[in-house]
């Protein structure tokens, strides 16, 4: 297969990821269309596709990152040249799918990959393995990743069955920190809307949904108890997460 594709590119980043509950999502639309009542899921749908797929496609392509997306699937692709580029897209597209209330998980790998039209090569079967192996909402970063990708040491940790994890919420909230006005009110705007959203997942009936949300708690506030700041704003939402993880524990 490999003297097929002559397009193969060495140094290449990948992320893979999984939309979580999204079958769920599928399932309510299918019911609600049945019925032919208003569809609140297929909204949600709608307004994730024209953010990612038509609004931040320009985007991506002036700063040469691939991206594709298959029902519940996404991958991001470049070079290593374009990581930090790689991460601030990677960041955005995980603010919209907390603002349209989805959590996800997946996998960070490195190496050799057909990056073009399409994203294939043995870097993305690796991806979709470790992220598979992976029921909690966390980055998983191969071997090969975490030797060759630059992190900061507060974008690491190392996870419960002991693997190397990328800690997008404390990325992503470094971020919103950094880019955005401190009298903007809408810069910790996808925090707020993830509390609500873990809230009912707290509130599920399904265990095994419930300890997904509990793990995703436990993860933002990890995240910002990193961050040494008095903002108004971090206080807040650190606060309201804290107060959610006490009742996990409790």
Known sequence: MCN????????????????????????????KNNKKSDNGCDNVLDELYKTEIVDA?????????????????????????????????????????????????GAITFGNLH??????????????????GCHTPEIIISGNAYSNLQFDEKEIYINDDSKFCFDYVYCLLINRLNAWDNRNCLRLSCFFRLAQLCERGLNNSNEMIRNKYAKMVELVVNAFNKVDSNDEDVLAQKKTFTQLYKSVKE
């Open 57 to 105: 496609k320009i985007k991506r392509i002036e700063l040469g990152v691939n991206f594709i997306w298959l029902s519940d699937s996404f991958a991001f692709a470049s070079d290593k040249s374009r990581w930090d580029a790689f991460k601030r897209l990677l960041l955005d597209f995980i603010s919209t799918l907390w603002a349209t209330d989805f959590i996800f998980n």
């Open 115 to 132: 990056n073009d039209k399409n994203i294939m090569g043995y870097r993305f079967v690796e991806a979709v393995r470790l992220q598979e």
């Open 4 to 31: 097929r594709f002559n397009s193969y590119k060495d140094n290449q980043v990948l992320f893979y990821g999984d939309i979580l509950g999204f079958s769920s999502c599928m399932q309510e639309i299918e019911e």
